[in-house]
């Protein structure tokens, strides 16, 4: 008779009993040899019995299903190899005996022709399935109090490493914890979208996840010390303090926080979408109805004119080169005037070789606090050997150190990073500020909707004269009202007295968003 042996063993089985399969197989090859049975073919499987959703009996069930005439009998050494789910074990008999084929154990044989056995059957099935729920309950049980005690036993996430705290099953910061560190810093600044941030990190500093996964991990509270602990059974969810070590504070992790649930605004909010060939559009306000004009090409006298108009009943409409032509003459008046472009140009110098100095000194501290503390864990490492330091004490001490060491580079890194060489910019920043309306009608159509939203946060209402804005960009008024101020007495050529250093921008701000 043609028969198909069948042998399995779980992972952790084959980890504990190597020889499981090789036992199996030459105990159901000996039993074949002894009862003249043809071994057609020799399936093995190292995946659990919980289901039959394991590789080699699905080849095992296709070979079956194409070649069911020439197999008899399918065996194995005892029926727990076979399936530890009576129910879908039962279901798999019906459908083998239904093609005429037998199922059964060599160590734990049953006539299953017998009705009697089928309850032997039932016995043999339902005893290891008991016993895995049992281990698995035992294993989920272990796991919470595990978690209660502020172990941490998943995957470690970025910035985290798998690993023992003061003996424990938690995670410990690797070497991209600082990466996370400036990614919650940065974000929490507000003043750049997260996306933005992480494409930065990205090409900067090599940061390896996705957008959601980026998202997650400055939602995730394991990052400033906190352990989930999920609902079970009449349990409410909770957390509670973990034992591993915090990458971020909880200030920082709430000023996250407000920034991604909108309770801290990022940044200018731009429109979702600019139209290239209306840049204009979203940014004007209608003088009749006072509502948003938009924009459209319209077909007549064979050709195509494009327009700004009013969707309401007013019919306001403005030929698109007119407003663009009104737009480049309202820039040029707020443009600088050269004596104070020349006094500003002098004043961001001055601010920025300040802020320069400034950083060295800072990068200088915060290397030498780093050095004192990486030679305080030499000291431990010493002491430990020397037996003059416990063991536990010596992981605490240098999981501190090791902290504070982590933080200093990941200020030094911020330092690093705002070293943006800002000199370089004044010169063609600022001369862009003597001619924005030239600026203006270089752009492209795609770029001039920035330029104008950027001189002008509010919408622009447009009138018969021109047209009109409650407000300018903050630095540029400034700036005017100065010129304006000396222009009134009279002075030939502005001078460094004149107060400038108190509205010159932010440094990092005025030469990028200019």
Same mark, same amino acid.
Request: proline share 3%; hydrophobic share 35%; net charge positive.
């Given at each position: 008779m043609?028969?198909?042996?069948?042998?399995?063993?779980?992972?952790?089985?084959?980890?504990?009993?190597?020889?499981?399969?090789?036992?199996?197989?030459?105990?159901?090859?000996?039993?074949?040899?002894?009862?003249?049975?043809?071994?057609?073919?020799?399936?093995?499987?190292?995946?659990?019995?919980?289901?039959?959703?394991?590789?080699?009996?699905?080849?095992?069930?296709?070979?079956?299903?194409?070649?069911?005439?020439?197999?008899?009998?399918?065996?194995?050494?005892?029926?727990?190899?076979?399936?530890?789910?009576?129910?879908?074990?039962?279901?798999?008999?019906?459908?083998?005996?239904?093609?005429?084929?037998?199922?059964?154990?060599?160590?734990?044989?049953?006539?299953?022709?017998?009705?009697?056995?089928?309850?032997?059957?039932s016995?043999?099935?339902?005893?290891?399935?008991?016993?895995?729920?049992?281990?698995?309950?035992?294993?989920?049980?272990?796991?919470?109090?595990?978690?209660?005690?502020?172990?941490?036993?998943?995957?470690?996430?970025?910035?985290?490493?798998?690993?023992?705290?003061?003996?424990?099953?938690?995670?410990?910061?690797?070497?991209?914890?600082?990466?996370?560190?400036?990614?919650y810093?940065?974000?929490?600044?507000?003043?750049?979208?997260?996306?933005?941030?992480?494409?930065?990190?990205?090409?900067?500093r090599?940061?390896?996840?996705?957008?959601?996964?980026?998202?997650?991990?400055?939602?995730?509270?394991?990052?400033?010390?906190?352990i989930?602990?999920?609902?079970?059974?009449?349990?409410?969810?909770?957390?509670?303090?973990?034992?591993?070590?915090?990458?971020?504070?909880?200030?920082?992790?709430?000023?996250?926080?407000?920034?991604?649930?909108?309770?801290?605004?990022?940044?200018?909010?731009?429109?979702?979408?600019?139209?290239?060939?209306?840049?204009?559009?979203?940014?004007?306000?209608?003088?009749?109805?006072?509502?948003?004009?938009?924009?459209?090409k319209?077909?007549?006298?064979?050709?195509?004119?494009?327009?700004?108009?009013?969707?309401?009943?007013?019919?306001?409409?403005?030929?698109?080169?007119?407003?663009?032509?009104?737009?480049?003459?309202?820039?040029?008046?707020?443009?600088?005037?050269?004596n104070?472009?020349?006094l500003?140009?002098?004043?961001?110098?001055?601010?920025?070789?300040?802020?320069?100095?400034?950083?060295?000194?800072?990068?200088?501290?915060? *290397?030498? @606090? $780093? /050095?004192? !503390?990486?030679?305080?864990?030499?000291?431990?490492?010493?002491? &430990?050997?020397?037996? %003059?330091?416990?063991?536990?004490?010596?992981?605490?001490?240098?999981?501190?150190?090791?902290?504070?060491?982590?933080?200093?580079?990941?200020?030094?890194g911020?330092l690093?990073?705002?070293d943006?060489?800002?000199?370089?910019?004044?010169?063609?920043?600022?001369?862009?500020?003597?001619?924005?309306?030239?600026?203006?009608?270089?752009?492209?159509?795609?770029?001039?909707?920035?330029?104008?939203?950027?001189?002008?946060?509010?919408?622009l *209402?447009? @009138? $018969? /004269?021109? !047209?009109?804005?409650?407000?300018?960009?903050?630095?540029?008024? &400034?700036?005017?009202? %100065?010129?304006?101020?000396?222009?009134?007495?009279?002075?030939?050529k502005?001078?460094?007295n004149?107060?400038?250093?108190?509205?010159?921008?932010p440094?990092?701000?005025?030469?990028?968003?200019?």
């Amino acid at each position: 008779m043609n028969t198909i042996i069948y042998t399995r063993v779980s992972t952790d089985e084959q980890a504990e009993k190597g020889f499981s399969l090789r036992h199996q197989k030459q105990l159901l090859t000996t039993y074949c040899e002894l009862n003249k049975l043809t071994i057609a073919k020799h399936y093995e499987d190292d995946y659990s019995a919980k289901n039959f959703d394991r590789p080699e009996w699905k080849n095992l069930m296709e070979y079956v299903a194409k070649n069911r005439k020439a197999v008899d009998k399918i065996l194995f050494t005892k029926w727990d190899r076979f399936s530890r789910n009576a129910e879908q074990a039962l279901a798999v008999i019906r459908k083998l005996t239904a093609m005429g084929i037998e199922v059964n154990s060599i160590e734990q044989p049953l006539d299953l022709t017998n009705p009697d056995n089928k309850v032997m059957l039932s016995m043999y099935l339902i005893l290891p399935e008991v016993e895995n729920d049992k281990i698995s309950q035992r294993t989920k049980d272990g796991m919470r109090r595990a978690t209660k005690e502020g172990c941490f036993l998943a995957k470690a996430p970025y910035g985290y490493s798998n690993g023992k705290v003061l003996g424990k099953t938690s995670v410990i910061p690797n070497g991209d914890s600082a990466i996370v560190l400036a990614a919650y810093t940065e974000v929490a600044k507000g003043v750049e979208a997260v996306e933005v941030i992480r494409k930065r990190f990205k090409t900067e500093r090599g940061l390896t996840l996705q957008k959601q996964q980026f998202y997650n991990m400055l939602r995730n509270k394991l990052y400033c010390g906190w352990i989930e602990v999920p609902e079970f059974k009449k349990e409410a969810a909770s957390k509670l303090k973990g034992i591993h070590e915090p990458l971020v504070s909880q200030e920082l992790f709430d000023k996250v926080q407000d920034v991604l649930d909108g309770r801290k605004n990022i940044g200018a909010k731009l429109p979702s979408t600019v139209n290239e060939n209306f840049p204009l559009k979203g940014s004007l306000i209608c003088p009749v109805c006072e509502k948003q004009i938009t924009a459209s090409k319209s077909k007549g006298n064979g050709g195509h004119y494009e327009y700004y108009h009013c969707t309401a009943k007013c019919k306001v409409r403005y030929k698109k080169e007119v407003l663009h032509e009104n737009v480049a003459q309202m820039l040029t008046k707020v443009s600088l005037n050269k004596n104070v472009a020349d006094l500003y140009k002098e004043v961001l110098s001055d601010l920025i070789s300040q802020s320069e100095d400034d950083t060295a000194r800072r990068r200088k501290e915060l *290397v030498g @606090e $780093k /050095e004192s !503390l990486e030679k305080l864990v030499i000291d431990a490492e010493d002491r &430990l050997m020397k037996n %003059e330091l416990k063991a536990e004490l010596f992981d605490r001490i240098t999981t501190r150190y090791e902290a504070s060491i982590r933080e200093i580079e990941a200020s030094i890194g911020q330092l690093e990073r705002n070293d943006l060489n800002l000199g370089k910019y004044v010169e063609d920043s600022v001369k862009l500020l003597c001619d924005m309306g030239g600026l203006f009608n270089q752009l492209k159509d795609s770029k001039k909707g920035g330029l104008l939203r950027t001189i002008f946060p509010e919408n622009l *209402v447009v @009138e $018969k /004269e021109g !047209l009109r804005t409650n407000s300018t960009n903050t630095v540029l008024e &400034l700036l005017s009202r %100065e010129y304006r101020g000396l222009e009134k007495a009279k002075m030939k050529k502005a001078t460094k007295n004149s107060g400038f250093s108190n509205v010159a921008p932010p440094l990092g701000l005025e030469p990028r968003t200019l």
